[in-house]
């Protein structure tokens, strides 16, 4: 099967920053995106990568590094309106499915 | 505006009945997809369309039918239901193609309940 795993919860502090990691076991490898979720909402995209390295788009930043099967999404100056949970799905190639993981809860304290 | 409509928002259902979850979008995607969360699940696939075609089917479930009357449309009948079908199903779109499918704009969902 397709595995892609996330820390079930993560805590940090308004103004500082939190690391959301995600790691993948996939049969191929066709991208990885994060999507930000409330609770009671759908599903929102934050961002795509497919390349190693690091992708900053402000607030929002991504890693990626393919051999290890590893991803993060880095939040920085956090809000408490950051408090969400955050999904990390890999496509494979030749299917049009994205591989979720189960979320990482943020919470964000004063 | 909603872009992506699914109706209704919420259902109740009964052991072994038939319902119907309507989605509509209006983002002018050639992709729908139907995605399943249960609670303190991961989000599941379940069936993928590009260009009203069937692409990618994960339900092993004959029950799970999705059907496509419009190029804008997915909806998902589901029989004999229950209770661990029991979710929030989430009706998704995206530009068909390589690149779109790697951003998926979420419907608000409806959350079933088969009592």
């Known amino acids: 099967g397709q595995g892609v795993e996330q820390p079930d919860n993560l805590m940090s502090v308004e103004g500082t920053f939190a690391r959301v990691n995600c790691t993948y076991s996939?049969?191929?490898?066709?991208?990885l995106s994060w999507y930000q979720q409330r609770e009671g909402h759908a599903p929102v995209f934050l961002s795509y990568v497919v390349l190693d390295g690091l992708k900053d788009s402000g607030h929002f930043s991504t890693f990626l590094s393919r051999s290890n099967g590893y991803s993060y999404l880095l939040l920085t100056e956090l809000q408490i309106k950051d408090s969400a949970s955050y999904l990390c799905?890999?496509?494979?190639?030749?299917?049009?499915?994205?591989?979720f993981g189960s979320g990482t809860k943020l919470t964000v304290e004063p | 505006d909603p872009k992506i409509i699914q109706k209704p928002k919420y259902l109740v259902a009964v052991t072994g009945s038939e319902k119907i979850l309507i989605c509509e979008q209006y983002l002018g995607h050639n992709a729908m997809y139907w995605y399943r969360q249960s609670a303190k699940k991961p989000l599941e696939f379940m069936f993928s369309?590009?260009?009203?075609?069937?692409?990618d089917n994960q339900t092993a479930s004959s029950r799970f039918q999705p059907q496509s009357s419009k190029k804008n449309h997915l909806d998902l009948q589901i029989t004999a239901l229950k209770p661990d079908d029991s979710a929030t199903y989430f009706c998704a779109s995206s530009q068909a193609g390589q690149g779109g499918q790697n951003t998926l704009y979420f419907g608000a969902g409806t959350r079933l309940s088969v009592l």
């Open positions: 369309y590009s260009y009203q075609k069937l692409m």
């Open positions: 799905a890999v496509r494979v190639p030749n299917y049009n499915v994205l591989y």
């Open positions: 996939t049969s191929g490898f066709n991208g």
